[in-house]
């Protein structure tokens, strides 16, 4: 069907009023759970074929992390869409205030491929639980998940109300030139400007969930091991190819040789081998060229290692790297992992101010003061002390972006109001009021405003 048609389809039915109806809302975010749990397996071998994904971190990353945004939705939907009372001022007494979470009409969302379940169907769970229809256009470098999706969504929901449109940049181009209430992105800080531009010509506005080069700190003041086995995890999860994986390592001088060995540890013992079922592969040969071109074998102190055929890259650590390295100059998405050491804390933090925003920043300490230093100072879109990527699966924090990184957010409550109007209305009483603000003005008038206010 052509795309003008649903969209059109969608905005007629989204005047019909069913969507703002809080049942209706549940009875379709119940209906995508059991739809999600009715077709696990599939989701498994769709992902499985596109870049080798494991079930367990199928389940732990994408399945899970959307039954959970649906139970959170469930649950708090009720409290969450009620017309929130609020103050009123003085000049308008006797009246009162209300704030209503209103819908914005048709979304369109723009999925990436490196969690193709969790940031596709993400962003739509939120915009029905805001009452919204949405187009969803998943990546279709993820082609087997982009179909999946498709499948789950367009035979089980009326396409006036939810539709998944396959397809890439043509397709993409094509939805940009309609006019939708919201566009929903995520990707890459590249296309993102694209989806900006296009944007503004409708005045739509925007969510832009981009990349960027998030740092990991580690001070001599860090419990090193527990600092080892995180990093590793959050770096080498999904072979790297996480937006908020940490991108390279800030290491204090003076521990460089015992963290570096306790790297290496930790990867040897997370078994991230070439026939590992486990360890995710490379989505395409076009990021693979691109990434073992970043590998300088004189820098390779762990790994480095590959396999073109089967798309492995072993986990890579890249030793003394240097600011003015092509490898510092973007950001990474795969699984290596450049190491540069600092020698005062603050110089490590300047560093980062040199750069653009990162999407996420985290932090190896038990010191307060590097803490405090660290929250105060830097300007990322989220992070973690003593942590790595965990922030994400917290719902209370809203999850996005900040200059290059991108602009808005979403989870949880946040998530919500991303997809919501927040409508002020003032109700007033039909008597009670002085006559001083109604013409014809005088000097009398104006002083006992000027007293009033
Ligand atoms: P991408 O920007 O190449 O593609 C994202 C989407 O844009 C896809 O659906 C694609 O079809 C579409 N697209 C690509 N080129 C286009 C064009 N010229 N015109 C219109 N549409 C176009 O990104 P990607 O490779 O899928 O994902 C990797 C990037 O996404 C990384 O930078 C990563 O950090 C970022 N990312 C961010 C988040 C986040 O939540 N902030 C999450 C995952 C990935």
């Known amino acids: 069907m052509e795309i003008e048609k649903i969209l059109q389809g969608q905005k007629d039915f989204f005047k019909t009023q069913q ?46 992390f959307l039954l959970k945004d649906i139970d ?35 979304i369109l969302v723009i999925g990436a491929w490196n969690y193709p379940y969790q940031l596709s169907l993400s962003p739509l769970i939120a915009a029905i639980a805001a009452g919204n229809c949405c187009i969803l256009k998943p990546s279709e470098i993820a082609e087997n998940t982009m179909m999946a999706m498709a499948t789950i969504i367009n035979e089980n929901f009326p396409s006036d109300y939810l539709y998944v449109y396959e397809g890439g940049i043509d397709e993409t181009t094509a939805l940009l030139h309609l006019k939708f209430d919201k566009i929903f992105f995520t990707g890459s800080t590249k296309v993102g ?29 860090a419990n090193l ?27 204090e001088e003076s521990i460089q040789e015992q963290f570096m060995e306790m790297l290496r540890k930790y990867i040897k013992e997370f078994k991230y081998e070439p026939d590992s079922e486990q360890y995710t592969r ?14 300088h074998p004189e820098n390779v102190y762990f790994g ?34 450049p190491v540069i050491s600092f020698q005062s804390f603050n110089s490590a933090l300047n560093s980062i101010l040199e ?35 965990m922030h994400l699966s917290n719902d209370n924090l809203p999850f996005g972006g900040v200059g290059n990184s991108g602009i808005g957010n979403y989870h949880g409550k946040f998530g919500f109001e991303t997809f919501s109007h927040q409508k002020s209305v003032l109700e007033k009483t039909t008597w009670g009021e002085p006559n001083i603000k109604y013409p014809p003005y005088s000097e009398k008038k104006l002083s006992w405003i000027k007293r009033f206010l």
């Open 72 to 106: 959170y939705y469930l649950k708090n939907l009720k409290s969450l869409s009620k017309p929130k009372k609020v103050g009123t001022n003085l000049v308008n007494q006797l009246g009162s205030s209300k704030i209503y979470s209103d819908p914005l009409g048709c």
């Open 19 to 64: 969507t703002k109806n809080i049942a209706f809302r549940k009875m379709y975010l119940e209906k995508l759970r059991n739809l999600l749990i009715a077709n696990e397996d599939m989701l498994y071998e769709a992902i499985n074929k596109d870049f080798g994904k494991s079930k367990f971190d199928t389940f732990t990353t994408e399945i899970s």
């Open 225 to 251: 091991e527990v600092a080892a086995k995180r990093i590793v995890w959050g770096k080498f999860l999904n072979a790297g190819q996480t937006c908020v994986a940490p991108d390279y390592v800030l290491l």
């Open 304 to 337: 480095g290692h590959f396999d073109e055929e089967k798309l492995y890259i072993e986990p890579t650590i890249l030793n003394n790297s240097d600011w003015n390295e092509d490898i510092m100059q973007e950001e990474i998405f795969g699984p290596i992992l």
């Open 282 to 295: 490379i989505i395409n040969r076009k990021n693979f060229q691109r990434l073992i071109h970043l590998i």
């Open 355 to 389: 750069l653009e925003k990162p999407l996420a920043a985290y932090l190896f300490t038990n010191n307060a003061e590097e803490k405090e230093l660290f929250t105060r100072k830097l300007s990322f879109g989220g992070g973690c002390i003593n942590d790595t990527v």
């Open 193 to 221: 400007k694209i989806i900006y531009k296009a944007a503004a010509e409708h005045l739509t506005p925007v969510v832009l969930e981009l990349g960027g080069k998030s740092p990991a700190i580690v001070t001599k003041e």
